[in-house]
């Protein structure tokens, strides 16, 4: 058992926690991306059936060939997490089953079907079903996209602020009154709305960052000006909006998760006559301490309670043993918020070069939209890190504790396959991230191919072309 | 109380034909997968690759929908069986993720199609057998414990007590099963020398899939499990007598119509045998879900949660099916030797 016993020393649950976040992380990439870009193709083909200019529907065909290969990533990551609660943590599968297994059996039932159902029609259809019926499946596949969105942030909102529940004698959680109250459970309105501005906002700044590219390279570009301009409408209006959305968000969380907020301030102490924002530090957990803080005093209790003196709980009203760890959760908030504020510099920079009439003839506004394009997925992950970690130390947030919900596996057995994991995402993602770039890199132009002529794929993804300049086969 | 009893069975069917639509459906594909080798590069793997290219992706949702119904309707299953199966489940949805980019990746970078063929056949072969271990793995019967902290009852193997001779057997008896019904559609399917190569790999295959049955068959009355009581005596021997009958009749009128040139009969048949071969599964196991420990009663969710899913499902699922049967009818026909892509 040598090589085996290497894996002894770690924990399983440290391990099998890693594998959850590496799969999870991986995955909520391409939704993230797929659902802000539905919807943009959504948009573009309504504004090529209501103004017949070719310009939209070129730049459908372009996107929708990227949408193709995201999409694809996002389904085969997707089917592992369907299997990731009951392979790693079973005993949370066998409580929290009679809850949430059926709001993730409607997932499965009213989007993914949905989606494989029109995905077909809208990659290969346009000459099968005619324009409106055409535009119809496009809106279909959005609308899938955000069903599924819908159900598992209910789902996960449920994990955080759990409700409309009662306990077994298996210690089983049970549904008792209506589902509506387990649905619409109290933070699962913030998150929603947080998540999919998130994905609208994630998707402007990746066509964004392409339109700038092209932009850079040929400033004449048609094709590059619209969808840059698109994008940047797009950023400067959500961006402030996401804004207030993540403060409700936070507001929500400071009534339901007050332990999760402290994380995020670094409030290791009670504040009673008003809280500093600390601004950035080094949280000392050993101290109890935020190290090297700068901070702006009673900030804190003016943003989160609209009062200067308003007192504030720290982790010290909190057990130790019932801690989030607070360093994760105080650098990934930052990065979430840093980078949110970064986005609105772009769109408010935007609307400055539109207003001087120098959107496409500003190569620093274009060289910064390229900085930021992948930006938009750092800060859907560190919110992710910020939300999950914070709910720490409890996978049902204040009744299911981690450590008694994971399965009983042996250590090798979790740390071999989060081996397996890392390899093969690397390899595989990798591959197709790499394909992505490459679509991307190819200018936009007249005369967009459609995915292939023929409408062979119904339910999958279409192959975009060969990218070494292969000719694909003749009809 | 009977009425519990009803909707507890109701989702045993239900989950148990999601499970089937999942193997004969994906089988297929995966099937494919695991021919790949033996097809020429070129037209004959582009006719093969085209041939499941529409239908695959929906396929594989229902392996999420028999995934989620088990952890929905059936949570204390679902929670022993997928420890209990834990380096197989992993296994298989690596094999899956291989299989699935390969689709995608291979049309896209022509440079490394011969890589992306190589990914696409062994993560068919790694889903099919390890689903087939599972099953094995299931049948022989897994380790559970009382255990009020875990919901009631809990894994209590090694990680490794699913790898046995029984569990390669049966890991073994999918991949050819599998291939069996990959080598039947091409059949129906493909033109060409690929149909011949696929005629040619059916015989053989045919041959294999019905020894391995009756190997699995003579070796399942003696796993721990006293299986053959249900088997031999009455009321169970009714319906475990016409099973083994019908398969040698079925096995009969396989190599007869594969005789006969018949292109679209041998995949019917072979869907047959699997049906056949899921009965004789659900005799053996009904009413138990992890044998013999633990009955779907006892590993159900409460009422209100399969009454919730139940409304839903007994709407949406005739959506899907009438989806899924047109996305068929679509793409009926030879694929044609241009391809589609």
Not at chain 1, 125 to 146: E, I, N, W, Y
Not at chain 1, 297 to 310: E, M, N, V
Not at chain 2, 251 to 278: D, H, M, N, T
Not at chain 2, 291 to 301: G, L, N, R
Request: glycine share 10%.
């Amino acid at each position: 058992m040598g090589q085996t016993a290497v894996f002894d020393q770690f924990d399983p649950v440290v391990l099998a926690r890693i594998q959850f976040a590496f799969t999870v992380s991986f995955h909520f990439i391409f939704p993230s991306f797929s659902i802000g870009l539905a919807s943009y193709l959504a948009v573009l083909e309504g504004l090529w059936l209501k103004t017949g200019k070719s310009v939209y529907l070129d730049l459908f065909r372009y996107w929708l060939k990227i949408f193709a290969v995201v999409f694809a990533m996002g389904v085969v990551s997707g089917i592992v997490m369907s299997y990731q609660f009951g392979t790693n943590w079973s005993v949370f599968s066998v409580k929290t089953g009679p809850i949430l297994g059926p709001l993730m059996a409607y997932e499965v039932l009213t989007a993914f079907f949905l989606e494989a159902g029109f995905l077909g029609v809208m990659l290969f259809g346009m000459s099968k079903v005619g324009r409106r019926l055409h535009f119809a499946a496009t809106c279909m596949v959005a609308l899938g996209t955000f069903i599924s969105a819908t159900w598992i942030l209910s789902v996960n909102s449920w994990m955080q602020t759990p409700t409309g529940f009662a306990i077994n004698a298996n210690g089983q959680f049970v549904p008792a009154g209506s589902w509506l109250t387990i649905i619409f459970n109290p933070s699962f309105p913030y998150r929603l709305a947080h998540t999919v501005i998130a994905s609208y906002l994630t998707t402007s700044l990746v066509v964004g960052a392409v339109g700038a590219w092209h932009l850079l390279k040929d400033r004449t570009n048609p094709y590059a000006r619209k969808m840059f301009s698109m994008a940047m409408w797009m950023a400067a209006l959500v961006a402030p909006v996401q804004i207030l959305a993540g403060d409700m968000h936070g507001l929500n969380t400071l009534e339901h998760q007050p332990a999760k907020i402290m994380a995020m301030e670094g409030h290791y102490q009670s504040h009673p006559e008003g809280a500093p924002l600390i601004l950035f530090g080094i949280p000392n957990s050993a101290e109890k301490r935020v190290d090297y803080a700068v901070e702006v005093p009673k900030a804190s209790s003016l943003i989160l309670k609209h009062d200067l003196d308003a007192p504030m709980a720290g982790l010290d009203t909190i057990p130790d043993d019932r801690e989030p760890p607070v360093a994760i959760v105080f650098w990934s908030f930052r990065v979430m918020v840093g980078l949110g504020f970064a986005m609105l510099g772009l769109g408010l920079f935007s609307l400055l070069a539109r207003s001087r009439r120098a959107l496409y003839d500003w190569p620093l506004l274009h060289r910064l939209a390229i900085a930021m394009g992948p930006t938009g997925f750092v800060a859907v992950i560190a919110g992710w890190v910020t939300t999950e970690v914070g709910r720490q130390p409890y996978t049902v947030y204040g009744q299911l504790l981690t450590g008694q919900s994971h399965s009983p596996l042996a250590a090798p057995a979790v740390a071999v396959s989060l081996m397996a994991f890392v390899v093969v995402y690397f390899a595989v993602f990798g591959a197709g991230t790499w394909y992505l770039l490459k679509l991307m890199g190819q200018p936009p132009h007249a005369g967009e191919t459609e995915p292939p002529q023929n409408p062979i794929r119904t339910a999958g993804i279409t192959p975009a072309p060969a990218l070494d300049g292969a000719p694909e086969p003749a009809e | 109380m009977a009425y519990n009893l009803d909707l507890t069975t109701i989702w045993a069917f239900i989950i148990a034909f999601a499970v089937f639509a999942y193997v004969v459906m994906d089988g297929f594909d995966l099937g494919i997968g695991i021919l790949f080798p033996f097809f020429a590069v070129g037209e004959e793997r582009d006719q093969a690759m085209n041939s499941i290219a529409p239908v695959w992706d929906g396929n594989e949702t229902w392996l999420v929908l028999g995934g989620g119904g088990l952890f929905a309707a059936f949570p204390l299953a679902y929670g022993i069986i997928l420890p209990a199966t834990y380096p197989l489940m992993i296994a298989m949805l690596l094999g899956l993720v291989f299989r699935g980019v390969a689709f995608e990746f291979r049309w896209r970078d022509t440079r490394h199609r011969a890589l992306w063929d190589v990914a696409f056949t062994v993560g068919s072969v790694v889903a099919a057998m390890a689903q087939g271990m599972i099953l094995g793995a299931i049948l022989q019967g897994v380790t559970v414990t009382r255990s009020v902290a875990a919901g009631g009852w809990a894994y209590a193997g090694n990680w490794l007590d699913w790898l046995t001779p029984f569990s390669l057997l049966t890991g073994l008896g999918v991949v050819a099963g599998y291939a069996l019904l990959g080598a039947t559609w091409l059949n129906w399917k493909v033109e060409g020398t690929a149909q011949a190569h696929a005629v040619r790999l059916a015989r053989v295959l045919g041959i294999i899939t019905l020894v391995a049955m009756a190997a699995v068959s003579a070796a399942t009355p003696f796993l721990d499990y006293a299986y053959w009581h249900r088997w031999f005596e009455m009321p169970g021997i009714l319906l475990t007598v016409p099973v083994p009958l019908l398969v040698v009749a079925f096995g009969f009128s396989f190599f007869k119509s594969l005789a006969l040139g018949s292109e679209r009969l041998p995949f019917a048949i072979a869907l047959g045998l699997f049906l056949l071969g899921f009965a004789g599964l659900g005799i053996s196991i009904f009413p138990y879900i992890v044998p013999d420990q633990i009955t779907i009663w006892e590993a159900a969710a409460p009422e209100k949660s399969q009454l919730f899913m139940l409304v839903g499902t007994v709407v949406i699922m005739p959506v899907i099916i009438a989806y899924t049967g047109w996305a068929y009818w679509v793409f009926r026909g030879k694929v044609g030797t241009h391809g589609y892509h």
